[in-house]
């Protein structure tokens, strides 16, 4: 009886997400028209098999105290390889699948090298990393298509027996094969070591970087097998379909009990984590909820789960015991190449320099006045909001939440003089406030509730998604950017110079002197460098924090708001693009990506870097394909040069 009840306890996320899968799944089928039928639970275990592969791959980093970005990335390579490679003979065939698998374990490999061996934090590793896997995916296939074995397909997507789904078959299969050797195996073992306490795991023997490079290995293994799956599902490949997965995936490992900070949980959970999350999505469909608000529904189910974890971390732990488990060491081992200059912003202006040179072969006026101001006024836009991430990243954390707080705010902008009166008048003030409230949401998650900034970010940002989708219908607001909108964003009054750089400016000063010459900025560097420690000197460390994640949601929102007024319009994902440059901008600027060393100087020389490469390759005629592989590769570059850190313990 006793080992029932420990066994109990030790699996008690797997259970609690069986038991809401089993609710959620009997109302589905009561609501149902076919109720209880093979011709139900078989399309069911189909389009929920793909989301568990995936969230079986994220599990195996978050175990080792990481987390997997790229995931849905990786889904979608393996899928296009798969669209290209699974057809023909049967040795063919054979062959197209152990090379899509080989393709996913390898992409896997490349994370865990870039994390093990280059030292680089998981979160913005596998962030440019999945850059790089999306543009050979878009490079495999430009346009959704392919060929795959029809048969193979039917055979794979039907049922065995007339009577079990074949999905569910192969998702037995693959546990049997793939998670219980390698749990039960020493690189398993070391893999849930690590997650727990890297320092005690070390010091037992445990070799933590090959336990970790397997957990990446195998994660883009499952990867492989979701997108395979999804290839043999839709008979073609397409590029965009990781788009939601890498989000999905991270929900259901946290419905699954897996802990965020390693070392406990397990691929079982998290396959029920996702059929819960497809479970939701039949539900919505069938109560009449339209498809518009899913997006919504699974941000909003991501941020009650990671808020049930932190509610029992925040039971059993004291804020101290709290800042003890999340710190992270800090090393900055580099020599200045030149004296009073950062190398990372000797590095980018060199870049900027060569890109200049570059771009110069293959159009002579990429160095003359008015192209120069043009792409400054390009890069104005980025600068502005990579200020904010900047202020954040300075802590040791990261708002993922951009995208859509750009957007969001860009749509309240517009609605609201599309409304006319005294609306036009308060049309930015309000769409600022939104982007304010944004902050302190998610500053209140970050700093209050301890909750881990990727996850609580990424969560908001699908909500603000969904409320953005379901408010629109999935179409444009069919409205306009004010007068003053454009004049800030459009004209060019003073000097001839863009209004745009005059704000960018007015904001890069006041940035630069509130970090070097308030007692704020001093606060904010502390808490990067050490945050127990600037806790027990009496900084108030929740506070400052949650004011950080506020000045990220300013100029996320400033920045789509200004966006707008260049266009003259609002749109959906306008602020799509941001995300993966700001945070380049960033480290390339030389700040560090685990928190305490950075200036605002430094990434404004990213920005140029980013901007004028951005700009160069368009020059070139780049394909999209190639600009997102060189994109991640930069970052990598930037980080192996200037971002590296050690663990925590």
């Known amino acids: 009886m006793n080992g029932v009840l420990r066994w109990g306890r030790r699996s008690q996320g797997p259970l609690i997400a069986a038991a809401l899968f089993a609710v959620l799944f009997i109302a589905f089928l009561i609501l149902h028209p076919r109720g209880l039928s093979i011709l139900v639970t078989t399309p069911a275990a189909n389009q929920g098999l793909a ?250 189910v991501l941020m009650v789960a990671i808020g049930l974890g932190a509610l029992r971390m925040l039971a059993n732990r004291n804020r101290l015991e709290l800042l003890s488990a999340q710190e992270t060491a800090r090393t900055d081992t580099s020599k200045p190449l030149l004296r009073w200059v950062d190398n990372s912003v000797l590095i980018a202006l060199v870049s900027i320099v060569v890109i200049l040179l570059i771009g110069s072969r293959y159009l002579p006026a990429f160095l003359s006045g008015p192209y120069l101001v043009l792409q400054l006024r390009i890069a104005a836009f980025l600068g502005i909001v990579a200020a904010g991430q900047m202020v954040v990243i300075l802590l040791g954390h990261i708002d993922l939440s951009i995208p859509w707080t750009m957007t969001v705010a860009a749509m309240t902008a517009t609605t609201l003089v599309g409304m006319g009166g005294i609306w036009a008048d308060l049309a930015m003030p309000l769409a600022l406030l939104t982007g304010i409230l944004i902050g302190l949401l998610n500053g209140f998650g970050v700093a209050y509730l301890r909750l881990p900034s990727m996850i609580l970010t990424l969560a908001t940002n699908a909500v603000l998604l969904g409320l953005a989708i379901i408010y629109t219908g999935g179409f444009a607001p069919q409205t306009k950017a004010s007068a003053f909108m454009r004049v800030l964003g459009k004209n060019s009054d003073i000097a001839g110079v863009p209004n745009i750089l005059w704000v960018w400016l007015l904001g890069s000063v006041l940035l630069v002197l509130l970090l070097r010459r308030t007692p704020f900025g001093r606060k904010v560097y502390a808490i990067g460098n050490r945050e127990r420690a600037a806790y027990l000197s009496g900084i108030r460390t929740a506070r400052v924090v949650m004011t950080c994640f506020v000045i990220s949601g300013f100029t996320s929102a400033l920045g789509g708001i200004l966006l707008a007024g260049r266009l003259d319009q609002s749109y959906q994902g306008m602020g799509d693009e941001y995300l993966l440059p700001a945070v380049a901008a960033v480290v390339l600027g030389g700040t560090n990506i685990l928190g305490g060393r950075g200036s605002y100087v430094g990434t404004v020389a990213g920005v140029l870097v980013i901007s004028l490469l951005a700009s160069m390759l368009s020059v070139m005629q780049m394909p999209e394909a190639s600009r997102r592989i060189i994109y991640g590769v930069v970052i990598i570059a930037m980080l192996l040069v200037n971002g590296r850190g050690t663990r925590r313990a």
């Open 51 to 300: 989301l568990a592969f995936a969230a079986m791959a994220q599990t195996l980093p978050v175990l080792t105290g990481g987390l997997d970005l790229s995931v849905g990335s990786v889904l979608a390579l393996t899928d296009c390889v798969a669209s290209h490679l699974v057809n023909g003979s049967t040795p063919q065939i054979i062959g197209g699948i152990i090379v899509t698998l080989l393709a996913g374990a390898a992409c896997g490999f490349v994370n865990g090298l870039v994390v093990v061996v280059g030292r680089i934090q998981p979160i913005i590793a596998t962030l440019a990393t999945g850059a790089i896997f999306t543009g050979i995916a878009y490079w495999l296939r430009p346009i959704p298509g392919g060929s795959i074995d029809e048969d193979l397909g039917d055979l794979l997507t039907n049922e065995t027996f007339g009577v079990l789904p074949t999905s569910a078959m192969l998702l037995i299969g693959v546990l049997l094969i793939v998670w219980l050797p390698y749990k039960n195996s020493t690189l398993g073992r070391g893999g849930y070591a690590a997650g727990s306490s890297e320092q005690a795991a070390f010091l037992s023997g445990v070799r933590v970087g090959r336990s970790r490079l397997a957990a990446y290995t195998i994660a883009g293994l499952l990867a492989a097998c979701g997108g395979l799956f999804l290839a043999l599902q839709t008979l073609s490949g397409d590029a965009q379909v990781g788009a939601d997965y890498t989000l999905k995936s991270i929900a259901a490992v946290v419905i699954g009990g897996t802990s965020l900070a390693g070392g406990t949980g397990g691929v079982v959970g998290s396959i029920f984590g996702a059929y819960v999350l497809r479970a939701i999505t039949g539900l919505l469909l069938f109560t009449g909820v339209s498809p518009l608000a899913q997006p919504l529904f699974e941000g909003v």
